[in-house]
């Protein structure tokens, strides 16, 4: 009878870990997402550089004019603990803040917090 649970137990674990791959599949290069405003005025989920990263590259540390700017899923990247990491290059070309031109993001809890909303 342990046999039959056991077995059980694995046949339920395989089918829930088949579910989660086949989520994780519809993110593809080329979607196009719009940067919302995050819920305290920081971006968890979307790694902006550091305001004294981007003055050394000549850029304006400018937060404010983020929230609007359309963006580019350019690579898409699964992580060993599950997640999905993206990077994202501006729609229109232009440089993030004037001096990068690709950040990352964690793409389901960003999507989740309203940092990016789909397009």
Do not use: C, W
Not at 90 to 108: L, M, P, Q, T
């Amino acid at each position: 009878m342990v046999k039959y649970v056991i077995a059980l137990l694995f046949s339920v674990s395989t089918l829930q870990a088949q579910s989660t791959v086949d989520q994780q599949s519809t993110i593809e290069i080329g979607d196009t997402y719009k940067i919302g405003n995050p819920e305290n005025n920081k971006y968890k989920h979307i790694n902006f550089p550091r305001a004294n990263f981007i003055i050394k590259r000549g850029g304006i540390a400018n937060f404010n004019a983020i929230p609007g700017n359309l963006v580019e899923i350019t690579a898409v990247k699964e992580k060993a603990d599950g997640t999905t990491e993206v990077k994202l290059k501006r729609k229109d070309g232009k440089r993030f803040f004037g001096s990068h031109k690709v950040i990352e993001a964690d793409i389901y809890a960003a999507v989740n917090s309203g940092e990016l909303q789909a397009k």
